[in-house]
């Protein structure tokens, strides 16, 4: 691809992935200064002339959320005060995309607070990948592309797909999400009923559907301290599984997170690179990376060129 009006930039966020979509796309990775002065505030300077440009910034707001989430902010800030075309931030992933409304007295609904913040700061467009809740698109005045991984997990779990094959959400939550996956690969759909007693902490209830003797697929959103997970898993190993890989998008693995999963008996799990993963976490023999570069690349061609973008939502 060909085209100067077209710039990249990345914050230090996940460099790897923003280099990853550069080489899909075939342009260079824009150059930017994005560092901390000693006392920790953030500084940022944008290299390249991007005057009218069509300027797209990948960073995933994750570990540390409030450090990466600032850099995008003072990224965007600059982009506009240099007169770039229009701007659009990348999300892979969305922090604090969990606090998207009240459901206790005197909390904020922050993921409200941050699509303002990123509006304010001179956002003209949002592309996002696998929002926690659809409803935050709603959190914005602009354009909102609202990606999914399955077309990537799709490709890899087809190879693996088998008769004995079940798609297990792992709340009522994610049932869509899960009914969708199962669809596509023409599996049966198992359903975990819980109940959460508080952030982090989850209690399993019951089953609903047939997983004896079923190699079951926990699909999800994201996976935090794995203590959903690795609970889910010995439900289905007591109600008879033969076995219990699972999926995420987002590998947040916060915490005991890693430890909980090289000590289950969990077969495999699977993220996508929106998150680079920890040093633990990526010498863990039981996690998998799958790529979504390719799909942002398209996404991000598509936006760029003024074409349909919705060929990629599944």
């Known amino acids: 691809m060909n085209d100067d009006r077209l710039k990249i930039l990345s914050g230090n966020a996940n460099r790897?992935?923003?280099?990853?979509?550069?080489?899909?796309?075939?342009?260079p990775?824009?150059?930017?200064?994005?560092?901390?002065?000693?006392d920790g505030e953030i500084f940022v300077q944008i290299h390249d002339n991007v005057r009218g440009a069509d300027v797209f910034v990948v960073q995933p707001t994750c570990t540390p959320v409030?450090?990466?989430?600032?850099?995008?902010?003072?990224?965007?800030?600059?982009?506009?005060?240099?007169?770039?075309?229009r701007i659009t931030a990348v999300l892979p992933y969305y922090g604090y995309a969990r606090q998207d409304r009240k459901d206790r007295s005197r909390v904020p609904i922050s993921a409200k607070?941050?699509?303002s913040m990123l509006e304010r700061a001179g956002t003209d467009r949002i592309l996002a990948l696998d929002l926690h809740a659809a409803q935050i698109q709603g959190f914005f005045d602009i354009p909102v592309d609202h990606l999914f991984a399955t077309p990537v997990s799709i490709e890899y779990f087809r190879g693996l797909a088998d008769d004995a094959l079940t798609v297990v959400s792992p709340d009522a939550g994610g049932v869509e999400r899960?009914?969708?996956?199962?669809?596509?690969?023409?599996?049966?759909?198992?359903?975990?009923?819980?109940?959460?007693?508080?952030?982090?902490?989850?209690?399993?209830?019951?089953?609903?559907?047939?997983?004896?003797?079923?190699?079951?697929?926990?699909?999800?959103?994201?996976?935090?301290?794995?203590?959903?997970?690795v609970k889910a898993t010995e439900a289905l190993l007591e109600q008879g599984a033969a076995s219990v890989t699972a999926f995420a998008t987002h590998a947040v693995l916060s915490g005991p997170a890693v430890?909980?999963?090289?000590?289950?008996?969990?077969?495999?799990?699977?993220?996508?690179?929106?998150?680079?993963?920890?040093?633990?976490?990526?010498?863990?023999?039981?996690?998998?990376?799958?790529?979504?570069?390719?799909?942002?690349?398209?996404?991000?061609?598509?936006i760029h060129e003024e074409t349909s973008v919705s060929t990629l939502f599944v």
């Open 16 to 27: 790897a992935l923003s280099c990853a979509i550069c080489n899909e796309l075939g342009v």
């Open 259 to 302: 430890h909980r999963i090289n000590h289950s008996r969990l077969k495999e799990v699977v993220f996508t690179d929106s998150i680079p993963l920890s040093e633990e976490a990526a010498r863990s023999g039981r996690i998998r990376v799958l790529s979504v570069a390719t799909l942002l690349a398209r996404a991000i061609q598509s």
């Open 29 to 38: 990775l824009g150059g930017a200064d994005v560092k901390a002065f000693s």
């Open 178 to 229: 899960a009914r969708a996956f199962a669809k596509r690969l023409e599996v049966p759909l198992a359903i975990i009923d819980k109940r959460r007693e508080q952030p982090n902490v989850a209690e399993v209830m019951h089953i609903i559907g047939d997983v004896q003797d079923r190699n079951c697929l926990i699909i999800d959103d994201l996976i935090d301290t794995a203590g959903t997970l």
């Open 66 to 85: 409030e450090r990466h989430l600032m850099e995008i902010i003072f990224m965007i800030d600059a982009l506009k005060r240099a007169s770039a075309g």
């Open 113 to 115: 607070v941050v699509a």
